[in-house]
C-alpha cells in the first residue's frame, strides 16, 4: 500500500519536501494546518471523506505532496473533476469492511484448497474443514463484491474525458479482471455459490491473485482518495483555479475564503510582479491571520490540483511557499522567540534567492522583540524583501507607524481591517479597507475583558 512519506524534523533545510514539487516545509504545513495535533482543527480531517483505511493513507499522501508543474496540476484538475461528475454513479462497493476481509484472507491460515475441485473434494473440505470452509465463503462473497465494484468503477473512469489519470487506472484495471476465473467470478452472484466455486476461486484468490489483489486495493485507495477531494469540493463550494504558465508568480483571487470558519467571509487578492508585496494591518482579532491563512492554503490546495475555497481564482505555478506565522521559542535549546523569528527569516531569504517563485507569508514580524528594535528590524526586512520580484509576499504587522516609509515604493500594496468602536464594544467587519489601520484598542480590549476593573479591586 502507498503511505504518507514520513519527514524528517531534525532541521530546517531538512524538512523541505524534496524533488521537482512545490517546495513545503513542516512549519509551513502546521501554520496552514493541512496537519495538525487536534485532528480536528486539521484541513486533513475537513477534507477526509474517504471510505477505506487505505483511501485516507492515500489521502494524507496527496496532501503531503503538492505537484511540480502546471501539467501535473491540469491533470489532477481534470481527475478530480471527472469524479465529481460521477458521484453518484459511485458503486457501493469495495467497502473498508470488504477490503479488510480480503486483506485479512491472506493472513489466516486454512487448510489447503483442493488444486481441482470437484463434487466429492468439494464436499469433503466442507464437512471435515468446516470453519475453514465457512471463512472461505465469507471471504469469496467479500470478494465477488470488490471485483464487481472494480469492474464498474472502471467503465465509469474509461471515458477519454475522465483524462489520462483516470484512463490508465481504469486500463491497468480491466487487464487484471481479464486473470483466468475473475471474469467468472464477475457473472456470479453471491448468494448463489456453489461449494466447487467457492474452493475454485479460493484456490485461484489466495494462490494466484494476492499480488493483483493489493494492487486493485492500492488503485481504489487512490481513486477514493480523488473522490474524496471531489466530494469535498462540493460540499464546501469550491471552484477549480486556472494555473497559468506564466514565468512571473501572479495571483488573482476573488471572493477568496478561509472554509473552516463556521460563517467565512469573503476576500478579494491581487499580486503581480508589479505589486507583490501586500502590507497588511489592523486590530488583533480584526482578521488578519485568517486572510493570510486562506490565500495560502488556496494557493496550497490548488498545487494537490483540487478547487479552491474562491470563486475565482487564477495563479501563476509556484515553486515554493513559505510561512512565518507561528514561530515558538525552544526552551530545550535556550532559543528565544525573537531568536527563531530572526533564524525563519534568514532561512527564507535564503530559500527564495533561488530566483524561483515564491509565495511568503509572514504573521506579525518581530513579535519578540520591543517597540524599538521591531520597528528598525521589520522595516529594514521589509526594504530587503520588497526587490525580490520572484516571489509574491503577504505581511501583516502591528506596527503601523512603520507604513508611511515604506509608501514610496511603488510594488507595496496597503490594506488594513478595519475596526469599529460602539459603547466600548468592538465591530469588527472583516473586510480589507485600502490604506493602513490606525486602530489602537489594546486598552479597550483589556477593559472590556473586565482585566482593569480586577486591578482596581486589589
Known amino acids: 500500500m502507498e503511505k504518507a512519506p514520513s519527514m524528517n524534523l531534525s ?11 512545490m517546495q513545503v516545509d ?25 471510505t477505506t483505511n487505505e483511501g485516507r ?26 469524479l465529481g461528475n460521477i458521484l453518484g454513479q459511485w458503486p457501493l462497493s469495495p467497502t473498508n469492511g470488504t477490503i479488510m476481509v480480503l486483506d485479512k484472507f491472506y493472513e489466516t491460515a486454512a487448510e489447503p484448497y483442493p488444486h481441482h475441485a470437484d463434487l466429492v473434494s468439494s464436499l469433503w473440505y466442507r464437512i471435515f474443514h468446516k470453519g475453514d470452509y465457512s471463512m472461505t465463503l465469507f471471504t ?12 464498474r468503477i472502471a467503465g465509469l473512469i474509461a471515458p477519454k474525458e475522465a483524462g489520462n489519470q483516470l484512463n490508465l487506472l481504469a486500463e491497468r484495471i480491466r487487464m487484471i479482471l481479464q486473470k483466468s476465473v475473475i ?3 464477475i457473472t456470479k452472484e453471491k448468494d448463489k455459490l456453489t461449494p466447487i466455486e467457492v474452493l475454485t476461486y479460493a484456490n485461484y484468490i489466495r494462490n494466484h491473485f494476492k499480488s493483483y489483489s493489493f494492487e486493485l486495493i492500492d488503485i481504489y485507495a487512490k481513486l477514493d482518495a480523488y473522490m474524496s477531494l471531489a466530494k469535498a469540493g462540493t460540499k464546501y463550494g469550491f471552484h477549480f483555479p486556472e494555473l497559468l504558465g506564466q514565468d512571473e508568480p501572479y495571483i488573482d483571487a476573488e471572493e477568496l475564503f478561509h472554509f473552516m470558519l463556521p460563517t467565512p467571509v469573503n476576500y478579494s487578492v491581487n499580486l503581480s510582479v508589479q ?44 515553486d515554493g511557499l513559505l510561512s512565518n506565522i507561528q514561530v515558538v521559542d525552544n526552551i530545550a535549546k535556550g532559543e528565544s522567540f525573537f531568536f527563531n523569528e530572526v533564524q525563519r527569516i534568514k532561512n527564507t531569504i535564503n530559500q527564495i534567492s533561488d530566483g524561483r517563485k515564491w509565495l511568503i507569508l509572514i504573521d506579525e514580524l518581530f513579535k519578540g522583540t520591543n517597540q524599538q528594535d521591531a520597528v528598525k528590524c521589520s522595516t529594514t526586512v521589509i526594504e530587503g524583501l520588497h526587490r525580490m520580484k520572484n516571489a509574491l509576499f503577504i505581511l501583516s504587522t502591528h506596527l503601523y507607524e512603520i507604513g508611511d516609509s515604506l509608501k514610496k515604493y511603488e510594488n507595496i500594496q496597503f490594506r488594513y481591517f ?31 475583558e473586565g482585566v482593569v476593573d480586577l486591578l482596581e479591586k486589589l
Open 57 to 82: 493513507n492515500h489521502l494524507r499522501y496527496l496532501l503531503s505532496n503538492p505537484l511540480g508543474s502546471v501539467t501535473a496540476i491540469l491533470d489532477t484538475q481534470q481527475t478530480i473533476r471527472h
Open 140 to 151: 469469496i462473497q467479500h470478494t465477488l463484491d470488490f471485483l464487481k465494484g472494480m469492474d
Open 418 to 448: 478595519e475596526t469599529a468602536v460602539q459603547n466600548d464594544q468592538l465591530i469588527f467587519s472583516y473586510q480589507l479597507k485600502e490604506g493602513i489601520s490606525n486602530d489602537r484598542l489594546g486598552y479597550l480590549i483589556l477593559k472590556r
Open 275 to 318: 505589486k507583490n508585496f501586500l502590507f497588511l494591518t489592523g486590530a488583533n482579532m480584526a482578521g488578519k491571520s485568517t486572510f493570510i491563512k486562506a490565500a495560502g492554503l488556496a494557493v496550497y490546495l490548488a498545487h494537490i490540483g483540487m478547487a479552491v475555497p474562491a470563486k475565482r481564482m487564477q495563479l501563476s505555478y509556484f
Open 11 to 21: 532541521g530546517e533545510k531538512d524538512c523541505f519536501l524534496t524533488g521537482t514539487n
Open 183 to 185: 471474469p467468472d467470478m
Open 26 to 50: 513542516k512549519i509551513t504545513l502546521n501554520d496552514l494546518s493541512i496537519f495538525h495535533g487536534d485532528e480536528d482543527q486539521s484541513v486533513f480531517n475537513h477534507l477526509n471523506l474517504t
